[in-house]
């Protein structure tokens, strides 16, 4: 159902509240992963959305709605208004009415209201509805279409437009904007592209300019300072060590400058407040079958220091199996990281150096999670 009136409200632009830091989790209760194979829950639990409290440590879930998520797709499926008062959440797939053993693109879209931490609008993007940012004025948000090769424009009055990048396989995956909210960044994981889109208030344009970074973008971050991005190309092959690359937007057009090895499938990418501090989760095969090759029991949780263009390694650890989105406090002394295969949000202390474990949130289908930007 489409609550215009309170979709109107929330992207209307007010001014901005100092309010508790808050985390969102998209939750896919649908599927799990069995020795290196996803497969379909019987009888599942509704997805849900849980909010999370990272004012606190440990950081605590302070309520959980239910809302359709999927764990296909980058973990960027999440996205919070930057005043928090509301948060989108997007569901690529849904149980295939005609066999409840399989999955079938959705294109559902929720928009939770944080305050009163209730569903306020469902909308309709396009098929396989994954990666959604919010422009920092709040006029629009952006969903990346993985199943049609589009993105959907949404404002206050609901779907304004339908932007057509590539075929149905080219993949758009996730988007981000610039912190001026004039320029947008879509990875399109089916045809290895990054396509350039232009914003004028509520008007968005595909330029037609495309950056080639790695095989496979995928998840994308932008800097505080909007010079630059950085995208996980998640390759391949899952026993090939795959990218990183850095994207310099300081002098048009928006060009690749650097890649660097991250490490068999980086999925999720988590900046800092400040810009300095970038978080990989990378599955580092964890969710391989037990017998191939590239089987790891564990994943790899990154920490780089960022220096405009340059990605330095400052540590890592272990994490657990199938492991998808990472966020920070707005401290950088507190990160958590999802782990589907596990089913629960691991939580680390970082004293700038080094990552310690400090215990876990139960949560079913950990899929995607953001804070606001």
């Known amino acids: ?95 295939d009415p005609t066999d409840a053993s399989k999955t079938i693109p959705n294109d559902t879209v929720t928009i939770i209201d944080l305050a009163s931490r209730k569903v306020v609008a469902t909308l309709h993007a396009g098929q396989g509805a994954s990666g959604v940012s919010i422009s920092p004025d709040r006029m629009i948000f952006l969903v990346a279409n993985r199943a049609e ?35 947008a960044l879509v990875t399109r994981d089916g045809d290895n592209k990054i396509s350039v889109l232009s914003v004028d208030g509520k008007k968005v344009t595909y330029t037609g300019h495309d950056i080639v ?66 978080a990989v989760t990378v599955m580092n095969g964890s969710n391989q079958p037990r017998t191939s090759p590239f089987f790891h029991d564990f994943g790899l949780l990154k920490i780089y220091r960022v220096n405009g263009a340059k990605l330095t390694l400052l540590t890592e650890t272990h994490i657990g199996h199938w492991c998808q989105g990472a966020a920070w406090n707005k401290t950088a002394a507190a990160l958590v990281a999802q782990c589907m295969g596990d089913n629960e949000i691991e939580v680390f202390r970082f004293n700038g150096r080094n990552l310690t474990r400090a215990g876990s949130l139960p949560v079913t289908g950990p899929a995607g999670i953001r804070t606001a930007d």
Not at 5 to 14: D, E, G
Not at 150 to 178: E, M, N, Q, R, W
């Open 213 to 278: 970074a790695g095989i496979r973008p995928y998840g994308i971050v932008m800097s505080p300072s909007g010079q630059f991005a950085y995208v996980a190309n998640i390759g391949g092959s899952p026993g090939d060590a795959a990218t990183v690359s850095v994207i310099d937007l300081r002098t048009p057009p928006p060009r690749v400058i650097d890649t660097i090895s991250a490490g068999p499938t980086p999925e999720g990418l988590a900046l800092s407040r400040d810009g300095k501090l970038l």
């Open 149 to 183: 090769g589009t993105v959907s424009v949404f404002g206050g009055s609901g779907l304004l437009d339908t932007i057509h990048l590539g075929d149905a396989k080219s993949g758009p995956s996730h988007i981000v904007f610039s912190p001026d909210g004039k320029t």
């Open 1 to 95: 159902m489409i609550r215009r009136a309170c979709l109107a409200i929330l992207l209307t632009v007010l001014p901005t509240a100092a309010l508790a830091q808050l985390a969102v989790s998209a939750n896919d209760a649908k599927v799990s992963l069995k020795d290196g194979a996803t497969v379909v829950n019987p009888h599942p639990a509704p997805d849900t959305a849980s909010i999370i409290d990272l004012n606190v440590f440990p950081p605590k879930i302070v309520a959980t709605v239910e809302a359709p998520a999927s764990v296909i797709g980058p973990p960027q499926s999440v996205a919070i208004a930057p005043d928090e008062s509301f948060a989108v959440v997007t569901g690529a797939n849904r149980l």
